[in-house]
């Protein structure tokens, strides 16, 4: 191609100057060497009037020696710049034929040489331009313009493969102004295209995914403006994600009226470390106020400094509501629950003070029995001492009347003395049992002596329910506890059982039994053979308020108040066992040693 070389203007552009540079080049060395030719010929002159013509002649042929050697010196250069060169450059008609090309424009095209490229393309716009307009848009800059200044377009190369390249370019004109030819420097820009595409690609993909995040997701830069913000965002401030780019939050909430602090992004720009999670809030474009969870973390630049600062936010007005809620919820269950733990204690203490008059209506009727014979007997006896004292009065004594006066002063002492000893030990066990109940404190007892009194004051409600009673106590049962609670259990069971288990007065049996499981705990067992409970009843038995009887006025707290004193005041476990028609089996295990730190019922 070096054959082609016929403007040292074109040569010029080998050197990898820009077209325009070239020309001043090329211009400025034409001019010093028309400078040097026009010198020496006026330097011949003047000596031709001093020395001999031929002395003229063979100066001025040296000096056109010399020009012609530093004309074709100066062709070698920029014919080596423009061979060299590792950005094409090219030489063409304005209707597309290409005049010149360079090696590497010719090795850009898929050509070889770049006479293959001259002989290969005859136009350029149909042969070159994989897009005809792009060809058309160039050549009406060149008109407009006179130049194209990395004007980029796509070339298709010899095998078919696409090019992206970066084109500076200036017009040729004649003596009369005519567009002659274009010059022009292209570089081959397809890897740069390619990686910005790529990294566009990335950034709409990565638009994308942060835009399906149910979350604010933003970058700021270092003036606090925003170079990526997602969609869900820009909702919340009412605007396109594009249009918020480049705007502070400040510009933004000012369009509705709302403020924000940036005192966040400040500390993350002075202290270049992340905020940690913290909670904000300020209102969206609807004037909402709404409540978020932020961090802020930064994007350090190799120096060091916050290049970016990242921020994404969680919207929790909804769970801030639903706290709020759920607090009045709380505070108005615990209120609820305080209200119905006060009725449940007063129910409680009925139903005690309910269980201690049923204790005293009973032993009321037992002592009204041997106390009703006793005063029957001292009439009787009060009686005869009167008709007896008459016959003395009278004389009539007889000694008859006086054997029969002995024998029944005698046999009214006997009647006495049992049934009122029948009547002291009735009361005896009533106040045992009353103090009992009524004692907090912790005291040892004999577990059969106590069992005993118990059924002792328990009989008379028990007799008229045709229920029978044996008992099988382990004799030298020691037990340090709380006998009041003790009594309250066992009376409690006895209730229960006639009320529900021998309903309508059914004849029926219960057996108790106590004796020592181990040498820390005594076992009593409690059974009936009564009517038993269903799976069902069985399961809520031991319930608070739970009862089969509420249209009979049951509470439903007498076995609850069971198993509350038998788990934590006496410190035990209680089991039940009951099958519907098999009678119900209670198995109570206490400590010998009731635990000291149980509170008191």
């Known amino acids: 191609m070096g054959s082609s070389l016929v403007w040292p203007d074109t040569a010029l552009a080998q050197s990898g100057l820009s077209p325009l540079a070239a020309v001043g080049i090329s211009t400025f060395v034409v001019g010093v060497t028309c400078f040097l030719i026009g010198f020496g010929i006026a330097t011949l002159s003047m000596r031709r009037k001093v020395r001999p013509l031929a002395a003229d002649a063979t100066r001025e042929a040296s000096l056109r020696l010399l020009a012609e050697q530093r004309q074709a010196e100066a062709q070698e250069d920029y014919k080596k710049l423009f061979e060299s060169s590792i950005d094409g450059i090219y030489v063409t008609t304005p209707s597309g034929e290409i005049l010149n090309a360079n090696p590497a424009l010719a090795r850009m095209m898929g050509y070889d040489t770049a006479e293959q490229l001259i002989d290969g393309v005859k136009d350029v716009a149909h042969n070159i331009y994989v897009d005809p307009a792009a060809r058309d848009e160039y050549e009406l800059r060149m008109r407009r313009d006179g130049f194209v200044r990395e004007y980029e377009y796509q070339v298709r190369q010899r095998n078919g493969n696409i090019l992206w390249l970066s084109d500076s370019a200036s017009v040729v004109r004649d003596e009369a102004g005519k567009p002659v030819r274009y010059e022009g420097v292209v570089r081959d820009i397809t890897h740069q295209r390619e990686v910005d595409i790529a990294l566009e690609n990335s950034r709409r993909f990565l638009q994308r995914v942060i835009d399906t995040v149910p979350a604010v997701i933003n970058v700021k830069d270092r003036q606090f403006r925003y170079i990526l913000m997602n969609r869900y965002m820009a909702g919340v401030f009412g605007i396109e994600p594009d249009e918020a780019i480049g705007k502070t939050t400040a510009e933004l909430m000012s369009r509705y009226g709302a403020a924000k602090t940036d005192r966040f992004d400040r500390s993350v720009l002075e202290s270049r470390k992340e905020t940690g999670f913290y909670e904000d809030e300020y209102a969206d474009s609807t004037g909402a106020m709404r409540q978020w969870v932020v961090n802020k973390v930064p994007s350090l630049g190799p120096d060091g400094l916050v290049e970016a600062i990242f921020t994404v936010s969680l919207d929790i007005t909804d769970r801030k509501r639903i706290e709020q809620e759920m607090r009045a919820a709380r505070d108005a269950s615990e209120e609820a629950l305080r209200n119905l733990k006060e009725t449940q204690n007063s129910l409680i203490e009925a139903e005690k003070l309910a269980a201690l008059g049923r204790l005293v209506a009973g032993v009321a009727h037992e002592v009204n029995n041997p106390v009703g014979i006793s005063l029957t007997v001292a009439s009787s006896l009060e009686r005869r001492s009167r008709l007896f004292k008459d016959e003395i009065e009278r004389g009539e004594l007889r000694r008859s009347s006086l054997n029969d006066f002995v024998k029944a002063c005698s046999e009214a002492a006997d009647q006495l003395v049992s049934n009122l000893n029948r009547a002291a030990e009735l009361i005896q066990s009533f106040k045992q049992v009353a103090a009992d109940r009524n004692y907090s404190d912790r005291r040892t007892f004999d577990m059969r002596d106590l069992t005993e009194q118990l059924i002792t004051s328990l009989r008379p409600g028990i007799g008229k329910n045709n229920v029978k009673v044996q008992m099988d106590c382990e004799p030298g049962l020691s037990m340090t506890s709380y006998p009041g609670s003790y009594g309250q259990v066992l009376t409690n069971l006895f209730v229960n059982s006639i009320t529900h288990a021998f309903p309508d007065r059914a004849p029926g049996e219960i057996d108790i039994?106590?004796?020592?499981?181990?040498?820390?705990?005594?076992?009593?067992?409690?059974?009936?053979?009564?009517?038993?409970?269903?799976?069902?009843?069985?399961?809520?038995?031991?319930?608070?308020?739970?009862?089969?009887?509420?249209?009979?006025?049951?509470?439903?707290?007498?076995?609850?108040?069971?198993?509350?004193?038998v788990t934590n005041r006496l410190g035990g476990r209680i089991n039940m066992r009951s099958e519907a028609g098999k009678g119900t089996h209670v198995q109570i295990v206490l400590p010998q040693v009731a635990p000291l730190e149980q509170a008191a019922e």
């Open 513 to 565: 039994k106590v004796r020592r499981m181990n040498k820390e705990q005594i076992e009593l067992l409690f059974s009936d053979n009564g009517c038993g409970m269903t799976p069902e009843v069985r399961r809520q038995a031991f319930d608070p308020f739970f009862t089969t009887r509420r249209d009979q006025g049951g509470t439903g707290l007498g076995l609850h108040i069971v198993y509350n004193l």
